[in-house]
């Protein structure tokens, strides 16, 4: 019953051992990649002289119809115990025995890949798009947030005021590194295992550099052994998602807070929102802290990879069909959680009015002490200056802005009248126009590095 190996059996399968054996499940989505990587090898193997031309033309057009039959509905059966056994057996239903010589000076270990590298150079890009279409969402809330100063944090304390767009973008740059590893992920993925045969090579003289160019590959693998054991670009994809899930994760947890009560920065859409069927007047951020959780398993999946593949004998081991779902699952999540973000931000609202009533004149105690550093005072003096000043503030329970200006000039001599002018947000930021900073310029002159990252052509 073993279609691809049977000959050397006497017994059947066990039948504990048939669902452990089977990854159908789980590859099943590979079969556009397994049809086009066969027609490339039929083509590969007439090139060689392996198969006549007619053979050839047979092998292809019977792949494009298992293509069509498959496009249609799934066909697989019990016996199918993976994808590339699956549309052998259709092929075969297709052409007849023909069909067995498809698999001349292959084996499915440089077979599997071979597909599993064509589905990834595609999950790479699809992921970079989606990526892009948030960084795209960013961009618009930094340039619709330039007006707008909220409280800068450190410690998730109120630590100095920044621009809304300087948050905005702050978000946009892990994004964007977030986006160029996908790329590489994507460039890693694009080396043709296909002639690597079991583990030592194909007997039969097949052109490599052919079936690169014909299957889209950028290089060929320098090595067989290497070729059917190399997961690399795998772990390295879902480093890349691991990596944008953390990211994510903290941009929802930014959401969860902003959006709270007691911070009251944010309006995220009501679309990615929920209510509670307990409390009427309940409107959850359910979206962020979603794809918060998410990173979870985005963590595992790079884990149980480099676990997978820790500690394996040089060669194809069976351990490898379990390298696809993890990846599978990391790609999933990934276009699910990214079209959510890019909606949520898309659509967030900047609650002026609550985030003016938060701005407490302590954020601006380090423009208090710069102020001082102006008028020559060392810094480390002019810190304790200000601390002091804070304390007394909070003694006499009155805002820094509010205090008498005797007691400015109490603690240092070099205070005058013009440290007034000290207390407006605006200033404070202004004051930060270093590059990177968050000036008005220094955001405007960001938000142009931002828009001419996403118009530069792909890597
Ligand atoms: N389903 C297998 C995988 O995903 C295909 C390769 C099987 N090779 C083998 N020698 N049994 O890795």
């Not at 590893?181 to 097949?206: E, T, V």
Request: proline share 4%.
């Amino acid at each position: 019953m073993e279609g691809l190996w049977g000959g050397r059996f006497g017994e059947g399968m066990a039948d504990a051992m048939i669902p452990l054996n089977r990854s159908l499940n789980v590859d099943y989505r590979l079969w556009p990649h397994d049809v086009r990587g066969s027609q490339a090898w039929a083509r590969a193997l007439v090139r060689a002289g392996v198969l006549t031309s007619e053979e050839g033309i047979t092998l292809v057009s019977g792949l494009e119809k298992v293509a069509e039959t498959l496009t249609e509905q799934d066909f697989s059966e019990a016996q199918d115990e993976d994808i590339h056994s699956l549309v052998e057996r259709l092929l075969r239903e297709e052409v007849g025995p023909i069909a067995g010589k498809l698999h001349t000076g292959r084996s499915r270990n440089d077979q599997v890949a071979t597909d599993f590298r064509l589905w990834g150079m595609e999950a790479g890009h699809e992921v970079t798009d989606f990526i892009h279409d948030l960084l795209s969402s960013f961009r618009s809330l930094a340039e619709r947030s330039l007006e707008i100063i909220l409280p800068g944090h450190t410690h998730l304390q109120q630590a100095q005021p920044i621009r809304g767009a300087h948050w905005a973008l702050s978000h946009f740059w892990p994004l964007l590194r977030d986006r160029d590893r996908f790329i590489q992920a994507g460039i890693a993925a694009s080396s043709l295992p296909l002639g690597s045969g079991a583990l030592a090579g194909c007997p039969f003289p097949i052109d490599r550099e052919w079936l690169r160019e014909a299957l889209g590959f950028q290089r060929i693998s320098e090595n067989s052994l290497d070729a059917v054991s190399d997961r690399d670009w795998a772990v390295e994809m879902a480093f890349a998602g691991a990596l944008l899930g953390v990211h994510l994760s903290r941009l929802g947890e930014d959401l969860v807070l902003f959006s709270s009560r007691e911070f009251g920065y944010l309006k995220l859409p009501e679309g990615f929102c929920t209510g509670s069927s307990l409390m009427p007047q309940k409107r959850n951020p359910d979206a962020a802290e979603l794809v918060r959780g998410k990173t979870g398993r985005l963590l595992g999946n790079l884990t149980g990879l480099l676990t997978l593949l820790k500690g394996l004998p040089t060669g194809y081991n069976r351990d490898l069909q379990e390298d696809k779902e993890l990846l599978f699952d990391t790609v999933d999540t990934l276009l699910q959680v990214l079209p959510v973000m890019r909606g949520v931000v898309g659509m967030a609202q900047f609650n002026e009015e609550s985030i003016e009533k938060g701005l407490d004149p302590e954020l601006l105690a380090t423009d208090i002490a710069d102020y001082l550093v102006r008028k020559g005072v060392p810094f480390r003096e002019s810190h304790q200056v200000v601390g002091k000043l804070v304390r007394e503030g909070e003694e006499r329970e009155e805002p820094l802005s509010q205090l008498p200006f005797h007691l400015f000039k109490n603690l240092h001599p070099a205070f005058e009248e013009d440290v007034r002018q000290i207390f407006s947000f605006e200033s404070s930021v202004e004051a930060r126009e270093v590059s990177g900073g968050t000036a008005r310029g220094a955001v405007e002159a960001q938000l142009e590095l931002a828009r001419q990252a996403l118009a530069a052509p792909l890597g």
